[in-house]
């Protein structure tokens, strides 16, 4: 327990005049009674009233003294917290080819991949985060930052107009973002890749860009998305303003990404959900835990309050008894 105001405790100082103003008050307000002798008053008991009347001033006196300690604003900061403060560098890599507008998500797999990444990057104060998106180019749409209020606004408003999606271009989304986490400072380095598709375009072979990943000892934590059955979408209009529907067959390449995460260390996930897409979030945001655990103080708590209450009832029970039981009459 400490003290905000320590200085009006000094304030207590004055209990002790207090006190003894009040006895020499008593001395000198005492009733004389002129009589030959007092031996047949000797035996006389004294009224619990008489003691009650010092209890009374007591209280007055504690109640004082209370008022002062909530003046002084004790205060509490002797609690512990376990926290987590090394953070990690992490990159996430998101695929915005237009087959990510399939519905088999809904409202489609963008819109879903948008809210889990924003979730994600919730979750994880301490970590340096960025994005790269990628079509038939690639594209950062944030670089490295401590600032998760910034990345999730542009997370959330991600669309498929910012680049190309006619086609995939995973090996160079990778090393997009290999490029953008590969001068970090944190010790430990992640990047998420998050595709429904497989790669037809770019200059960068995937592979190779997963051997670049294990040469700069980055994980790489590849997700696949997406059902295994034909989807049909809209690809656009007709000149009568008709919405024209394409079937689209799956075209995942889980080959291709359980070998960049066995190359670099991490892990294949597929999502075939909205939920499976979540819980794999989940379960990498556990297995990236930050590795050192600090004690550290847990910012200080106002304690008054309990004094406050005491020192409201005493001055009740102070006023009570002098306008009942300890009523002066005149």
Not at 109 to 118: F, G, I, M, Y
Not at 200 to 225: E, F
Not at 274 to 281: D, G, H, Q, R, V
Not at 290 to 297: A, G, W
Request: glycine residues 6%; hydrophobic residues 40%.
């Amino acid at each position: 327990m400490t003290f905000e105001s320590p200085g009006y405790l000094f304030l207590l100082l004055l209990l002790l005049p207090a006190a003894a103003f009040y006895v020499w008050r008593l001395k000198r307000n005492a009733a004389t009674l002129q009589v030959p002798s007092t031996s047949p008053f000797a035996g006389l008991p004294r009224s619990w009233k008489e003691h009650l009347r010092h209890v009374n001033y007591a209280i007055l006196l504690a109640a004082f003294a209370l008022i002062v300690v909530v003046m002084a604003r004790p205060q509490s900061n002797d609690s512990w917290s376990q926290s987590n403060t090394e953070g990690i560098d992490i990159v996430l890599v998101m695929d915005v080819s237009y087959s990510m507008k399939l519905e088999d998500f809904k409202p489609n797999r963008l819109e879903v991949a948008k809210t889990v990444a924003s979730n994600f990057v919730a979750g994880r104060p301490n970590d340096n985060i960025g994005m790269v998106i990628f079509g038939k180019e690639s594209y950062t749409l944030c670089p490295m930052t401590s600032d998760h209020a910034v990345l999730s606004n542009m997370v959330n408003s991600l669309d498929f107009d910012l680049v190309d999606g006619s086609l995939t271009a995973i090996g160079n989304g990778l090393v997009t973002g290999l490029n953008r986490i590969r001068h970090g400072e944190a010790k430990s380095k992640v990047v998420i890749l998050l595709t429904d598709g497989s790669n037809n375009a770019g200059d960068v072979s995937p592979n190779d860009a997963g051997n670049v990943a294990h040469s700069l000892g980055i994980r790489v934590y590849t997700i696949g998305v997406g059902t295994d059955e034909d989807f049909e979408m809209t690809t656009g209009y007709d000149v009568f303003g008709r919405p024209v529907r394409q079937t689209i067959k799956p075209d995942l390449d889980e080959d291709l990404l359980r070998n960049i995460a066995q190359t670099t260390g991490g892990r294949y996930f597929r999502a075939t959900t909205k939920e499976k897409l979540s819980a794999i979030f989940t379960e990498i945001d556990q297995m990236e835990k930050s590795k050192i655990s600090v004690r550290e103080f847990s910012r200080r708590e106002e304690e008054y309050l309990p004094f406050a209450l005491w020192a409201i009832a005493m001055l009740l029970v102070h006023v009570l008894l002098r306008q009942t039981i300890l009523r002066n009459i005149p």
